[in-house]
């Protein structure tokens, strides 16, 4: 009777299961990988990793006891030597299993199994996958990266219009300048008449400044109101 016995006995007797996992275990340590039925890798993954953990304090003790599994001389030697150096590291996890179809005939599952540091392929493209990892950039940055590039130009516009504006203002000032210096040159008058002149004329240059500037300050009002209702239309 099989009464709580859950593990697969592959259709064989005990005596023949535990000589098929030796000597696959044995193959596996001597040549890395080994082509298999899924069911059998499944089985000797639970037979083989156990025995390499035990390899990782190099005994006498643990010596005879992975000889008593294997019956293997040079699978002992390997394991010990050269396996555990690049394997004993690892907390766990020494094989790998790779699905490779199905078999032609019964259809059975077939896969190769490996040891995992010995497949330089995958550790290469492990090395470049660390080397080449972005992180995505969420939707909110994306679009808030958006937004300030369109408003980059308006910003520019801006700041043309402010400029454009304090050259006219210097132009008007330069201009009431010249007409000063040339009032000064102008044929001579009576003090008196030229006093008054020019009072009137600085009393008339600063009320036509005031309302230049007060019309630029509307006009820039006006703009500001505009790009704001189109934002907010946006």
Sequence with gaps: MRHRKSFNHLGRTSAHRKAMLSN???????????????????????????????????????????????????????????????????????????????????????CMMELVDYNENMLQDTDTKKKSTRRRRSRKKSTEEAKMVNSKPQETKKQEKEEEEAKTLEETTEVVDNNESVEETSSPKTEETTTDKKLQDEVKQSEEIVE???????????????????????
């Design 24 to 110: 696959m275990a044995a193959s596996l340590i001597l040549h890395k990988r080994i082509n298999t039925t899924l069911a059998k890798a499944k089985e000797l993954r639970t037979y083989v990793e156990p025995l390499i953990t035990r390899a990782k304090e190099d005994s006498t003790h643990n010596r005879r006891i992975v000889f008593a599994e294997l019956q293997n001389k040079e699978a002992v030697n390997e394991l010990f030597r050269d396996v555990v150096v690049k394997i004993g590291e690892r907390p766990g996890g020494y094989t790998r299993i790779l699905k490779t179809g199905t078999r032609l005939g019964d259809n059975a599952e077939m």
């Design 212 to 234: 230049d500037e007060k019309e630029v300050a509307a006009k820039k009002k006006e703009k500001e109101v505009e790009e704001k209702n189109k934002d907010s239309e946006k």
